[in-house]
């Protein structure tokens, strides 16, 4: 899918660059930890809609049911995300995870009151996860175009597999260290004791200054800044990670907190106006967290690995992946070039 | 206005009772903090709409230019309260605070963007803040009928001066302690070195295990319980605190932390399923916490006494003001009786 | 044990109080928890020595090998209790709970590390749990005379079964709410689906200004407040919480919020100056927390009420069991009366 | 100071490395930022005491009268660093900030104690900040011989100006990176409205994966692993910062977290078993934080880029400064060459 749309964008792996020493699944992406579904649906409407919406469902079931063991880290909370104090009070997720625009953000979260509710109409509490980048710089975002019929097709089409990356769904009109950005994923797979564990990470992707970019350590950035003419901003970044394995979430929690390191990689600060918020789940349900082997503590290191690593690809794929796009007033954001 | 609404409800004072040692401020609600603005908007329609929207305005200016040195502190995440987590990464708070029906908050805080928006057109990222109860015993929590034109005639009304209580706007559908509840506000007021200083506490009531209700010490709820046929529920409370007192953000943090001890003495446990929400803040501005007299930590002991008293008046005065209200599906919550 | 050292120390319950609804333990006290073990030394020399140190084992074995599932909240973080980061990060404890003067807390802390290392030969890191409250008032603070052979003392001599409260171990020199105070506890029982579930509660108690003091909602503070001289200080409390319950390190923060609501119903605010801490833990190890059945999250409520109803009537006893004390410079703490 | 000592050592900049874009201070330490101090005593005795003490002074005066505007922020939580509650509470700190070994934290802090007694006789409650690193691998751990004359001379020959760095003071044992590590120090300045600012950091650095080293992002580490033969382990590091700018806790507290990108740069993950704590302060006391400018949030970004930089450069000194020592058990920490 990811390949059919974007032919002339070279997987990371095409560019001779590998990040960090653990394997990857196979699709390098969040979907890769089994039942993760994503779904894109992508909004360019004449010269100023360039938004989306992204849906990431933990499982296939009915989420509210079947919930699924979570945690939040905050790397910045400059931002308009919601439903995440309740992740961290419960430890668990209940809805799909979507991404969007920031002002558009509680009106996808109300349209996602409506999904939630025709699957489980006798409840009248859900916690939605909305997070958010702000897509301003391409986008008229105070239109907030993002509504009920988006957020059901999103979540209606969100699939296994391949993912697209760079310019869809929620990154539609995203830009990092002052190129064009957007949807970027990677995952890590290595053999436990207990069978092979996976992590996935996907990103949306919205920060970094311009020039700061770093890939696997060298400053590309410092010598692509010429050719980029885009504004200088703060930008923003949503982190999700996934795993099969059945990590409590106080475990979760600490593996968050690693994909700060990933986002440190790339060469970004989480600047002032950055909200960087990180949402880590496994695919483990209460139904089934006690069937799962438990895992020593001390192999945590590998998970924080394994989310450095993907953090840090994911974030120069939603790059890597992404074309030259025009927006509103003729802003331009420029797709990277010279790497590819 | 208070007493005009609802002549046969007592003020707490008329019962003889007095909670706490320090004096309160001219109305006894949190609009003695000067500068600070209550508008309710109150939604009862055919049999099952009972609901509606409270605006606290912490000061009546254009609070995104102006922003409100704030904190919060979460006292049980079971909630969908959102804009908190930009307030605790920033500490102040840019919009009016809001209160409203659990499931209708995206709504409302979808609507608050046009008004910020309208303010300050320049603007492209705002953090609405807007927290909730849920009032689905009595309401259709489904139908989310607040939007655009509550929000803004709730922020447009809201005045100073005496406030209304109960049943009444967001209080509108609530229960707590197995009676009818809703808004309570009291205050404390004192002198200081540098002149009196005020703090005043609103609260959303929702919360408390029927029969548990104690006022002033007093295990009333054991005495009514027989009285009141609500099924018990579990609820939730949203405590607003305003201080004209130049405390910085992590002050106010502490200052948060003792509304719980004032939800405590009414006898509330925060139960699993609430979602309590303290939200903090100085109408001191950026603009003039510099000309401020500095307060020495020792001091906070006193303002945390208040908060205490302030929170515990304001709950015991959300049950006192409301009277027995009929809802959805011939639901009934019976309004505390006596006591008056 | 405590009933013969302090006869003419009546039980709570033979005064015919009765606090919050659930039935206690066959001791009322922490050692309700099967396993659970605490012991005291009690130093109490010349005319300026009233101090001591309190052990509580989470269990008989080696708990560096075994260690318990365990959180941390901070009521007030002004206090020098050490060794509850790692707590928080890794849910788990792995050494006794240690009680003791505040300056003399490091002390205390590397002599536990002797134990500890002669426990474990092959071991270089140790996490050592050790909370304090200041008896400055009593004690000559600065002398700690709390060593190595206090702290092997107290915890070879703890033991199950009943304890001694009042001005015993760490809490021989304390005061609170103007009156003598010290050691109490507390339990709290009831049936669960799977079998009995224990909660018990122990309290360093050295906080509440004089006259606060309310029992089951009385303000006998007040009215007892005039029979008291002793100066008003700010104080702290610690808080231990066990239980038998294979509680999450996540469940049990939960749980440990809710002291606070115990404290809170004393008369409490938590002065700026009180260092007030809570620890809670299950007696349930890694190795055995897989064979725990699962509790559903919204049997936390039980627990809730289970740690408010405890901690409340524990900081009570701390005050109905300790009787006048003579200390330092002359310094008088009386024992509370009239209500003996 | 440090170039006396260690001739053969290279500055960072001899080796033609610049690290980030800010310039540095005069002595391109933490000392730039004025006021502040660093000592060090240094134990090397027999073939396995390899230990010693550091102590950093915000400033020369009495630092319990004269509090400094503090934050803590915690990485990895594994870890016996005291003293970090109460200023994560207060946002101050009234003590020097020692650095020690791991199992030595205790006795250092009870030796501090009688330090600050001395300088406030009529004070009876002080919280040291005391911090570690475990140094088992070249020092016999449990020994713990440094004491109050350590503790005395460390402070007492705390200096302004040049600092010694590598293996000195509590970073005599350490490791990183399968390397020699220890003390490294680095600082930015750059010009602010109101005047210069400056932000010093030093870490006692004894974390990171054998082969993972990058500096400025080159994988040294990869090429250089080879020649290191010392056994992989997990380690700890402590970050401190230091700044003269007036920022107030929440404010130090988002400048923190910054750190945590500076060490990921280096390519550290905070593995499971690190104890990596960072601890910023302002020179800025509660006397004269009302005459420093207030500076607007959004130049904080400066501040945090300051961070990563002065962070990142500090643990690269503190490996290309330290020399190979041999330890007990014959041990071998080798200091890393084929840079130098």
């Known amino acids: 899918m990811g390949k059919k749309k974007h032919p002339e964008r070279p997987m990371i792996d095409d560019l001779g660059i590998r990040i960090g020493e653990i394997g990857h699944g196979k699709f390098n992406a969040i979907t ?31 989420l509210f049911r079947e ?7 905050v790397i ?14 419960l430890g668990n997720i209940e809805s799909p995870i979507l991404l969007t625009s920031t002002l558009n953000v509680w009106r996808v979260a109300d349209a996602l009151i409506d999904v939630l509710s025709a699957q489980n ?37 969100a699939r296994s597999g391949p993912i697209s990356e760079g310019s869809v769904g929620a990154g539609t ?10 949807i970027g994923t990677a995952s890590r797979q290595w053999p436990g004791e207990a069978g092979t564990f996976t992590l996935g990470v996907l990103v949306l992707m919205n920060t970094g200054a311009a020039g700061a970019l770093r890939i696997d350590g060298v400053p590309v950035g410092k010598e692509l800044a010429a050719a980029s003419e885009q504004e200088k901003h703060d930008g923003s970044i949503i982190i999700v990670i996934a ?12 593996v968050a907190k690693r994909a700060a390191f990933g986002l440190a990689r790339t060469g970004a600060v989480a600047a002032h106006r950055s909200g960087d918020f990180v949402v880590a789940f496994s695919t483990t349900t209460r139904r089934t967290i006690g069937a799962g082997e438990r895992i020593p503590e001390e192999q945590l290191t590998q998970f924080f ?36």
């Open 32 to 62: 890769d930890v089994q039942g993760v579904r994503v779904g894109h649906v992508t909004l360019i409407r004449g010269t100023d809609v360039r938004t989306g919406v992204t849906a990431i469902l933990p499982h296939g079931g009915n």
């Open 67 to 73: 919930k699924v063991e979570a945690a939040v880290h």
């Open 76 to 89: 910045n909370g400059f931002g308009k995300s919601l439903g995440l104090l309740q992740v961290m009070e």
């Open 121 to 157: 109409p006798e409840v009248h509490s859900f916690n939605p996860v909305v997070c958010e980048c702000n897509d301003g710089f391409l986008n008229d975002a105070l239109r907030r175009p993002v509504g009920p019929e988006e957020v059901v097709q999103a979540i209606r089409e």
């Open 173 to 182: 009109g995203l830009s990092g260290f002052g190129f064009k950005a957007g």
């Open 243 to 254: 795993t099969d394995a059945p990590l409590s979430s106080r475990r979760l929690t600490r």
């Open 305 to 340: 690995k394994a989310t450095v690593e993907a953090t840090e690809e994911a974030i120069v794929r939603s790059i890597l992946k992404a074309k030259t796009m025009v927006g509103r007033d003729g802003h331009v954001s420029e797709g990277i070039s010279g790497l590819q």
